[in-house]
């Protein structure tokens, strides 16, 4: 698999597959937790959280 960027959307569905080396079923379960062992979980950072008083400053104190 390359990490470089890779343009996703101009690609087939088949040759992304092919290329993540997956399938239309998904991966097995033992293919799903050898990457979670080798890459960890796919989660995002968490959110900063904004303001209390309108919610679009990035404050943690009232304005």
């Known amino acids: ?10 690609r087939t569905a088949r040759q992304a597959l092919a290329e993540l080396g997956s399938s239309p079923s998904g991966l097995s379960q033992g293919e799903a937790a050898e990457r979670l062992a080798r890459h960890g979980p796919n989660a995002l950072p968490q959110a900063r959280q904004r303001g209390r008083c309108c919610g679009s400053c990035a404050s943690s104190t009232t304005c």
């Open 1 to 10: 698999m390359s990490e470089t960027r890779t343009d996703w959307h101009a």
